[in-house]
């Protein structure tokens, strides 16, 4: 839990920084349309950086500092679709919240799990053997 927090400042971080430097104006008029503006931004920065990153590259900078990837239950990276569901369930009110259980919503309803690196490995491994498709994570 505490991992899924400080993936998301560092995220909130590089995501508000980028957006500020394109938005920011000293203009008042633009006022309104500068909070709008931040507030699709900002639905549109999160959503491609987690389907760009984690669909393109099984992990984020958070997850990749820590030492995490995100995998499929078969231990491969995920599919661009299951990565696109992944991140629209974050969206979902208080799905922030549902990480404190066992598992996160998100990893939940898309199927994904958020494992370390070493441990993908030894998924791999082990579901090699496996001639069933037997999804031994669920």
Not at 119 to 129: A, F, N, R
Request: proline share 1%; hydrophobic share 45%.
């Amino acid at each position: 839990t505490i991992f899924y927090f400080a993936n998301n400042i560092i995220t909130s971080v590089i995501l508000n920084t980028i957006g500020v430097s394109i938005f920011m104006r000293n203009d008042q008029s633009m006022l309104m349309l500068y909070s709008i503006a931040m507030i699709l931004y900002g639905f549109a920065s999160y959503f491609l950086y987690y389907v760009i990153s984690e669909g393109f590259f099984g992990t984020t900078i958070g997850k990749a500092i820590f030492g995490y990837t995100v995998i499929d239950s078969y231990a491969r990276k995920p599919s661009q679709g299951s990565v696109a569901l992944r991140s629209i369930i974050r969206y979902v009110p208080f799905e922030a919240f549902s990480c404190f259980g066992e598992r996160g919503w998100h990893d939940k309803w898309s199927k994904t799990y958020v494992v370390k690196k070493k441990e993908k490995i030894e998924l791999q491994k082990l579901l090699g053997t496996v001639h069933d498709n037997t999804d031994l994570l669920d």
